[in-house]
């Protein structure tokens, strides 16, 4: 019923920046985490940014104080701000969505969201 589609990858150098886009089109409820995750080659897939149904967000240790994820007012789309890239971001990066859970913290978790995008491949170079 839902569909994401994430915009804005590419290839920077070391210490650039980058802003990454998802949009939801379809049958999309209000009450949901919004999240971006990224995997890199030869490494399990981990959550990068979520932003729960109160408007608070969490941020993966390493991207503290660099990356920001907002959301626009009807919630249907959103976006991660990446600043001082450094090469071990390198990643293909996916947004997603979760609503089912019962909590905040269930919906944000990687195994609670419902919809996710193909991704859109970050490649920083040194």
């Known amino acids: 019923q839902v569909q994401l589609v994430e915009s804005g990858g590419g290839s920077v150098q070391a210490g650039g920046s980058l802003r990454l886009s998802c949009t939801a089109s379809?049958?999309?409820?209000?009450?949901?985490?919004m999240a971006w995750f990224r995997q890199a080659d030869g490494k399990e897939r981990e959550a990068v940014a979520t932003?729960?149904?109160?408007?608070?967000?969490t941020y993966l240790d390493s991207v503290k104080g660099r990356f920001t994820i907002s959301q626009d007012s009807a919630g249907r789309a959103w976006s991660l701000q990446m600043s001082s890239l450094k090469p071990e971001d390198t990643a293909m990066y996916y947004c997603a969505v979760g609503w089912a859970g019962y909590s905040d913290r269930v919906r944000c978790r990687e195994d609670g969201m419902d919809y996710w995008g193909k991704g859109t491949l970050v490649n920083i170079s040194s």
């Open positions: 932003i729960d149904t109160t408007g608070t967000p």
């Open positions: 379809g049958n999309f409820y209000s009450d949901s985490c």
